[in-house]
């Protein structure tokens, strides 16, 4: 199997990396905008069967003069007959039902709907939200310039680092913003409105999009630092070879003398883009910068 050379490791790493990132960003993004982080049903009573509305959603009389309040009417339905289930969805933002024997939804705000004690907590969640995509957004933005337009290796490696723990932030708040929110939600499912709590419940596609994008967050800290703890590594062993090459080839009658050179060819690469940790070719001149 053949070995990738050193650079192009790191290359694919950081485009990991950012891959990663931005799937989170996209992630993240949708499911904060959408209001399907929990579907289900509730059940309603059916409304009394009319002209112009009838069906199995509504309750039917035996009378066939139904608008005669003299008539005795009949009412056939008994038990859970005479309720209807009605499916909504819900998000951060808003809770929408179905309409019977209509068509669309009506849509309220989720923050109206979870109780009193609970709504410091859900904006709390929203502004972890909001901050948690700013940081992703941060994150992608760092690993871009990274990838395409750092003017040298050390300023590449800083960039690295800051990416990484820009990104580990962000990971944080997130796992801790889709935490509250499902709190908060089941707090107002005990405790919210009568007209509103749901008779069965479940996560939907748009909570596992969160947490999704909150796995793919983590995926790619680990990642960058990956890269940046390989990378410093690499140029540790670099360097450590070409002291002891220095002493073998050389024989300096000073041991600080290597040591010197080496850090004459670090300094060397703060303005280059050249890779550090690539094997140094021109011994010689090492050693002759080092003698003077």
């Known amino acids: 199997m ?19 990132s ?3 960003l996209v992630f993240s993004i949708t ?20 002209e112009q509305n009838k069906g199995d959603h509504c309750i039917r009389f035996n009378s066939p ?23 909504f969805h819900a998000g951060i933002w808003y809770s ?4 019977i024997n209509g068509e669309g939804e009506k849509c309220r705000s989720f923050v109206s709907l979870s109780p009193a004690a ?31 337009c750092y ?29 509250m929110y499902t709190t908060v939600f089941q707090m107002t499912v005990n405790l919210g409105p009568e007209d509103w709590r749901p008779h069965t419940w479940d996560y939907g596609w748009s909570f596992c999009l969160a947490w999704a994008s909150f796995a793919c967050c983590m995926a790619a800290a680990v990642t ?20 002891r090459s220095l002493k073998i080839k050389y024989k300096f009658p000073d041991h600080a003398t290597p040591e010197k050179a080496c850090n004459v060819y670090v300094n060397s690469f703060h303005n280059t883009t050249e890779d550090p940790a690539h094997p140094v070719k021109d011994l010689h001149h090492l050693a002759t910068i080092s003698v003077l």
């Open 31 to 50: 499911a904060f905008s959408s209001s399907y982080w929990c579907e289900g049903t509730r059940k309603v009573a059916k409304p009394f069967c009319t």
């Open 96 to 99: 929408c039902e179905e309409i």
């Open 2 to 20: 053949p070995v990738l050379d050193p650079g192009t490791a790191r290359q694919q790493r950081a485009s990991a990396a950012f891959s990663l």
């Open 65 to 87: 003069d139904a608008n005669n309040s003299n008539a005795v009417q009949y009412i056939w339905e008994t038990g859970d007959d005479k309720f209807v289930d009605r499916k």
């Open 22 to 24: 931005l799937f989170s």
């Open 151 to 179: 003017h040298s290796v050390i300023d590449g490696l800083k960039i690295n680092a800051f990416s990484a723990v820009v990104t580990i932030l962000a990971g944080l708040l997130g796992m801790v913003a889709h935490m």
């Open 118 to 148: 609970d709504r410091g907590v859900l904006w709390l969640s929203i502004v972890a939200e909001l901050l948690y995509n700013i940081l992703l957004l941060t994150g992608v933005v760092l690993m871009s310039v990274e990838m395409c």
């Open 224 to 243: 960058t630092i990956n890269k940046y703890t390989k990378t410093i590594l690499e140029f540790k062993h670099k360097r450590k070879t070409l002291e």
